[in-house]
């Protein structure tokens, strides 16, 4: 069945394909590779895929998450209609991808599953995380009636102990409820999506739950379990989180007892060239890493999007990836950027 899943699921990805869109897809991939290889900055074609920010709130304070901790310098709030749909009518010809989560819990937003519909009306793939607490029978029929491609559903721990250790002040069985709510409504309304995927953050109080959480996700009919490597902030002298297991680690153990990010931070990211990521009120970052939208690079409620993602600022910053990664501060903790989408 899994297997089974899995192809469906690559259909709809492959159903938001047309012939605007794999063009358009070809130019970020030519530009970005002839950028790497001249390590000079030429880039073609507008993003193939956003992250767009459904809010900044979140229910829960899990400790290496800026939104739960409530540590950010930037406002918190709720995305608007309007901001989203200004951003949908610039992008959505060329757009095959659209995740709507960056920091907060999505489903704070009451009209999140509106926004779905509009994306997936333009038959573009969409996605969502979300830690299921807000997933009432309800909202759940909400979800499934918008035509969401994807959603990922947190679930780090079997027991509600060990759950609880990174989810802190979350419900596993507010978990298991909402994830039974969303599988009820495909299976009444007779709907392949959203694929439904447990996604389970690999950290040391719950590396022991591996198996188990596999298991609970067969019993329950999810489509896909999925493991996640934990960022952390503070590494370098080890930090509770960090697993025994290397397999699941961003980091490895030196000689010394220093930890290093696993991954060769190269002069070149993918991200830069084919996505970006759009804040709850409209400031255009270069991708996931910036939390605090530290790096802005314009706002879609002054300039057109196209501007932005074409402008000097933006090109700036490509350019400052090709020359030294390692100098700009998001990029330093990040095991991604090099794997070309798709």
């Not at 995380?129 to 780090?156: C, M, Q, Y």
């Not at 739950?209 to 902030?233: H, I, M, P, R, W």
């Not at 509770?240 to 290397?246: Q, R, S």
């Amino acid at each position: 069945m899994e297997k089974l899943d899995l192809l469906r699921d690559k259909w709809q990805l492959l159903k938001a394909m047309n012939p605007v869109r794999i063009r358009n897809a070809s130019k970020l991939w030519l530009s970005y590779h002839r950028s790497r290889i001249t390590k000079k900055n030429h880039h073609s074609g507008m993003p193939m895929a956003i992250s767009i920010e459904p809010t900044t709130a979140c229910n829960l304070g899990c400790p290496e998450c800026p939104s739960g901790l409530k540590q950010f310098t930037r406002p918190t709030g709720n995305l608007q209609m309007e901001v989203f749909e200004k951003l949908l009518d610039q992008l959505s010809k060329r757009l095959i991808y659209i995740t709507f989560y960056f920091q907060g819990e999505p489903f704070i937003n009451p009209r999140l599953s509106e926004m779905i519909k509009k994306a997936a009306n333009k038959n573009i793939y969409t996605a969502t995380s979300t830690n299921a607490h807000f997933l009432t029978s309800k909202k759940a029929k909400e979800v499934v009636e918008s035509g969401l491609s994807r959603l990922i559903i947190s679930i780090d721990g079997t027991t509600q102990e060990v759950y609880e250790a990174y989810r802190k002040q979350g419900s596993l069985e507010k978990v298991l409820e909402g994830t039974r709510n969303i599988l009820h409504w495909k299976k009444e309304l007779k709907s392949s999506t959203p694929h439904v995927i447990f996604q389970y953050l690999v950290v040391k109080p719950n590396e022991h739950q591996l198996d188990e959480v596999v298991e609970l996700g067969n019993s329950l009919g999810v489509n896909e379990v999925k493991f996640k490597t934990a960022q952390v902030y503070d590494y370098m002298h080890g930090n509770p989180l960090i697993p025994d297991n290397p397999k699941y680690s961003r980091y490895k153990l030196q000689s010394d007892g220093t930890y290093v990010i696993k991954n060769k931070l190269v002069n070149q990211c993918w991200r830069m060239w084919h996505s970006c990521v759009v804040t709850f009120n409209g400031s255009v970052v270069p991708c996931c890493f910036d939390k605090d939208a530290s790096h802005k690079l314009g706002e879609i409620s002054v300039v057109p999007f196209r501007e932005i993602w074409n402008g000097k600022q933006y090109n700036n910053f490509r350019q400052s990836i090709l020359k030294s990664r390692s100098e700009i501060d998001i990029c330093k903790n990040c095991s991604e950027g090099t794997k070309v989408w798709g």
